[in-house]
């Protein structure tokens, strides 16, 4: 970020604390920028303006690719104090900062060693810090792992000490509102935690907690907060899945630990390790493995009100899991709704309408068609039945690709790729769905037999007034317009609400602007090439 002006020639409006507490006051002086900060606040400063006078700045939306999988991260490319790449910090400051401990001689350190109060990331309580990867990265059948170091821990801003010190790795994080979800103590998702706490001789024990925690939309039938989507829903219903004490005599504060979970279907697997020994300090009965009722979401890091220091953050398909090359979506996050009271099809609506005849990108001349070589559906907690998948064109009624044995996928015998998708076979001739046309991508189903999931309150959808943050969330590659809003803020989604039929009955479409990249299934497909 460049400095800012000299103050004589910039407008610096004093800024009040939306918690209620001290006001963040900036001045100038004699051409000198003064910032009186209250005590334990976190304070941001911008070289950005909103005046009206100056106008809003435009800028060219550039196209959105897939997330290269695997990500390992790579903190040696970043300068010091600038943010962790890729990790948004829900709560607590992650940067990059200098290390003598690792290879590359920088981390990405949580920085926040004590709970700010109220004058922080909400007005009502701040969650234990955690960064998470960006929307489009939302995955199943995953691989996470961070080396991580947990460091020196503050107090809270009553003066008391924590109760313990730690470091965790979360994965299948669902879509996190901090206004909405404040848990204390753990995180959403999945997370896999190293504790540590000081014994009354002074010396460190060192423990282990998986927990499993959802948003405000799927919170559990015993949480006071069930289903409730009211502002402040605090989300303060988890669950631990397993927990144990880790025995290592030879374990000491400032070591380094590897930390490791494996997603695949409906279970997770959890190991942690000491560093550099690699001497596995648990392994669970049953391997480790636990059931999880998450079914796709983000990766992320995090720690308890306590600097903490990561290096070698890795997102990786899991080892039987592959990613899928030329997948028409990016990443699904098809959130906890399910159903199974169809007997007919249900998917998603393209609509080819919404590829723009001008202003795409050099690199993406207009019109666009788009071929199709393999379809898919996504594989819900247990699913065994075979599924016949098509494409209609709602134009004149047609099937382009009709359901048959020769689109089937058998959802016993088939192994679900990365997003969590299985694929049929290869579709001969190969389809091509063209520009200005609107079309159903579906999957058979029954009554009573496989569940799917209902994806509803899109994020791309939220429009504050019907529902905040969202909870589910599908990337593809947008239609690239001109300056300003995304497409979708124009109404310009390609996959512009969901779609189901039941047997003999009328298609019945959910398309308002709150339905827009959201899915019966959900379901996919795979691209031979764009054109």
Not at 38 to 47: K, R
Not at 442 to 468: C, H, I, L, W
Request: hydrophobic letters at 35%; proline letters at 8%.
């Amino acid at each position: 970020m460049p400095p800012l002006s000299p103050c004589s020639s910039v407008e610096v409006p004093s800024a009040s604390s939306p918690s209620g507490g001290e006001d963040t006051c900036m001045h100038c002086v004699a051409g000198t920028l003064l910032l009186t900060v209250p005590a334990a606040a976190v304070t941001t400063l911008s070289s950005v303006t909103v005046a009206a006078a100056a106008g809003w700045a435009t800028t060219r939306i550039p196209r959105r690719t897939r997330f290269p999988m695997p990500y390992v991260s790579a903190a040696h490319h970043q300068p010091v104090d600038a943010p962790c790449k890729y990790l948004s910090a829900v709560y607590g400051a992650f940067e990059i900062a200098p290390s003598a401990e690792t290879p590359s001689g920088t981390v990405c350190r949580q920085a926040v060693p004590q709970d700010p109060g109220p004058n922080a990331w909400t007005h009502r309580r701040n969650g234990w810090p955690i960064a998470l990867m960006p929307s489009g990265t939302n995955v199943a059948n995953s691989r996470i792992s961070v080396r991580g170091k947990i460091g020196p821990g503050g107090v809270t801003d009553t003066g008391a000490p924590p109760p313990v010190a730690s470091l965790r790795v979360c994965g299948r994080v669902p879509i996190w509102g901090p206004a909405e979800c404040e848990p204390v103590g753990f995180s959403l998702g999945v997370c896999l935690s190293v504790l540590e706490n000081t014994s009354a001789a002074g010396q460190p024990t060192y423990s282990w907690l998986l927990t499993e925690a959802m948003n405000q939309y799927n919170q559990p039938p015993h949480s006071p907060r069930a289903h409730s989507a009211a502002r402040g829903a605090s989300c303060a219903a988890h669950t631990v899945l397993a927990h144990g004490t880790l025995a290592a005599p030879e374990a000491s504060h400032g070591m380094w630990w590897n930390l490791t979970l494996l997603f695949s279907g409906t279970t997770v697997t959890a190991a942690v390790a000491m560093v550099p020994t690699n001497q596995t300090l648990h392994t669970a009965a049953a391997g480790g493995t636990y059931s999880t009722q998450l079914s796709s979401g983000v990766a992320g890091i995090g720690s308890g009100w306590n600097v903490a220091e990561y290096d070698g953050f890795e997102v990786a398909p899991h080892p039987e899991h592959s990613v899928t090359n030329n997948s028409f979506l990016f990443d699904v996050l098809p959130s906890q709704t399910t159903r199974n009271d169809v007997t007919g099809y249900a998917g998603f609506i393209l609509d080819l309408n919404n590829l723009p005849e001008a202003g795409r990108s050099a690199t993406h001349a207009a019109p666009t068609n788009i071929s199709v070589c393999n379809l898919g559906r996504y594989v819900a907690p247990g699913n065994t039945q075979m599924h016949f998948l098509g494409v209609y064109r709602v134009r004149d009624a047609t099937w382009v690709v009709k359901p048959s044995a020769a689109t089937r996928v058998d959802m016993a015998n088939c192994s679900a790729d990365m997003l969590g998708f299985c694929y049929t076979e290869a579709i001969r001739p190969t389809i091509m769905l063209e520009h200005g046309e609107r079309y159903y991508i579906v999957s058979s189903e029954t009554q009573g037999k496989d569940a799917f999931y209902d994806m509803s309150k899109p994020a791309t959808g939220a429009d504050y007034n019907s529902y905040r943050s969202g909870d589910t969330f599908l990337s593809y590659e947008l239609p690239n317009g001109g300056a300003g809003a995304a497409p979708t803020a124009a109404g310009l989604a390609l996959v512009a609400g969901k779609v189901l039929q039941h047997e003999g009955g009328q298609w019945v479409e959910t398309a308002a602007y709150t339905d827009i990249d959201s899915s019966y299934g959900p379901v996919n497909f795979v691209q031979c090439a764009q054109s």
